[in-house]
DNA sequence: CGAGGGATTGAATTCATTCAATTCTTGTGG
DNA sequence: CCACAAGAATTGAATGAATTCAATCCCTCG
């Protein structure tokens, strides 16, 4: 197995995490516990050596032991389809949670690696339900990650098969600086981590058209792109370009079927 | 609020629900639980009058207070997008429950329809909370099935974003088939409980494209579909049409990015 | 039995892809 | 430290799959 750089040979640099001192705070996890249950839930949680671009957290196959969460830096998931075709899931940010969607089968069923220097607070999973027993909140905590991973997976599949190419990168680039912006960083200059092809691949599109579409928003002055550098100068118009209105219409419910 | 059939009014038929007795078994929530932990399970569950086509389960907007377990029949869940289309999120048949991407906000954000005269389950989600802590196991239940869902979405979106009409409505037809014949009834012929245009819409195509590969697909003599009749005649082919190979090829693991 | 929605079929159009060529970056070894 | 190789990104032209528009057909239900 030597084509997997230094996979699973991380040493535990630092097993008494503080959740209560991480500035990631209600973007997290343990957001809502209180001291007392944070310290409970550190002393199941490791830190260990920041992964490497290219570095595996698990991969496809790989028995469930833990969900990770990400601390700094970010990573990629994605499965290889039927066709032998890569399909990428997901790009997680920090205080986002990898690995959930093996919970239902004890096995991973993607592959997760990460994009840039990443550091991951692993939470062995057996351990946190036993955890999520003794602390309700800790329960009530996780079904809302999961329920919420549910509901951006449906966000991506309606971008997927309803919105134009264009509208799908607009999209991509606003959730992108939204995260960025709940996380304090700019929501108007950032760095992509990922490559075109990446983004490509995720918004089922093809390399080409993501790139035709990035210099069409740089001649509209909307926003540029030099190599991973992101600047947004219109913010309101690619909200726009993304279908995506601040006021939504008013529009009578009708009655279903 | 007159042009909501029927909805909140449902009169309680039956409040003393048996999980053990349901033919559902594996497939629903209660899986794996012990006949005292059911019995548990079956005091906070709900079964009210069936809901008729065209009546809503709940409504994006409404405070979540159930989760729904659907015991027969078939729903639909939609959301309307930015641009005042309609866009469906998923089908959803016996064993399945619904109203889980609700749970992240303590607030639906899909409306659910019955597609056909359909019986459910409700289950307040607070009190299954509560019955979650104490009973580990159905706490892991619950995790399970809201992983599943995650790993169903992302399915779909792989779906969406790579595959060709024709792929996409193969592996919706094969879908639908594996979870009919999950549940005992005939896996080569059933019935379509949605119409052409819920599937083109789910499927991110038009009614049209639809149209035109049932017609292709029956003159390969590969099924055929009679209004709302499917018979499936080859479904080696199906498979393969839809990009699903049973044996998967022998790929060698890349290393990540 | 007739009306109206659902489904099908055909023709023209279009958005995104594919193929192909070039430019730009980055990392590595001499 | 520079040169060069290899991957990443961009640009252009031709192609194609699916959509849109339009017309017709077919059920179903009142």
């Avoid at 309606?158 to 509208?167: D, F, I, M, N, V």
């Avoid at 690619?238 to 279908?243: I, K």
């Amino acid at each position: 197995m030597t084509f997997i750089k230094e996979y699973n040979f991380k040493k535990t640099l630092n097993t008494s995490i503080s959740c209560d001192k991480c500035r990631l705070g209600r973007l997290c996890l343990p957001d809502g516990l209180n001291k007392n249950q944070m310290s409970k839930l550190d002393k199941i949680i490791s830190r260990k050596k920041p992964y490497q671009r290219g570095d595996y957290l698990f991969r496809n196959g790989d028995i469930l032991h833990s969900v990770y969460a990400i601390h700094s830096g970010s990573i990629k998931t994605y499965s290889m389809q039927n066709d032998g075709k890569i399909q990428i899931n997901g790009f997680l940010l920090s205080g986002e949670i990898a690995g959930l969607e093996g919970i239902a089968n004890n096995c991973h069923s993607v592959d997760a690696v990460a994009l840039e220097t990443t550091s991951v607070c692993e939470i062995p999973f057996k351990q946190l339900e036993s955890l999520s027993v003794e602390i309700p909140k800790l329960q009530h905590q996780m079904f809302k990650v999961l329920s919420n991973e549910i509901k951006h997976e449906q966000t991506l599949a309606s971008l997927l098969g309803r919105k134009t190419a264009e509208q799908r990168l607009a999209a991509f680039l606003l959730s992108l600086s939204l995260r960025f912006e709940c996380r304090n960083f700019s929501a108007n200059t950032f760095n992509l981590s990922m490559s075109r092809s990446d983004i490509a691949n995720y918004l089922g599109l093809a390399v080409e058209t993501v790139s035709r579409i990035i210099t069409r928003l740089s001649d509209n002055k909307i926003l540029s792109v030099k190599r991973k550098m992101v600047s947004i100068y219109d913010k309101k118009k690619l909200y726009q370009m993304a279908g995506i209105i601040s006021q939504p219409p008013n529009v009578i419910r009708k009655t279903g079927t």
